[in-house]
């Protein structure tokens, strides 16, 4: 008998183990996967808020606040790139 998980608990039959057994997610995992996931999607959203102004959003507005480090500023596209 298994003991009843937790959210994200599932009893798995992979082949890590040759009985049932639990995947149980590790706290830490989540925490970074969350700040990772979380600040990707809000970089994102201001990019599409920012070209929808038709404004330009430097890497410094996109991170800011984030748990993101600017590592290289770049400049404004040229309005016939992609």
Same mark, same amino acid.
């Given at each position: 008998?298994?003991?009843?998980?937790?959210?994200?608990?599932?009893?798995?039959?992979?082949? $890590?183990?040759?009985?049932?057994?639990?995947?149980?997610?590790?706290?830490?995992?989540?925490?970074?996967?969350?700040?990772?996931?979380?600040?990707?999607?809000?970089?994102?959203?201001?990019?599409?808020? $920012?070209?929808?102004?038709?404004?330009? $959003?430097?890497?410094?507005?996109?991170?800011?606040?984030?748990?993101?480090?600017?590592?290289?500023?770049?400049?404004?596209?040229?309005?016939?790139?992609?």
């Amino acid at each position: 008998v298994l003991p009843r998980g937790g959210r994200g608990v599932r009893v798995c039959k992979c082949t $890590a183990h040759h009985r049932p057994h639990l995947h149980r997610p590790c706290p830490i995992d989540l925490a970074a996967k969350h700040s990772c996931v979380n600040g990707a999607l809000s970089i994102i959203h201001r990019d599409y808020l $920012a070209r929808k102004r038709q404004t330009f $959003a430097s890497t410094w507005d996109l991170a800011d606040g984030l748990r993101y480090d600017v590592i290289c500023s770049e400049a404004p596209a040229h309005s016939g790139s992609v």
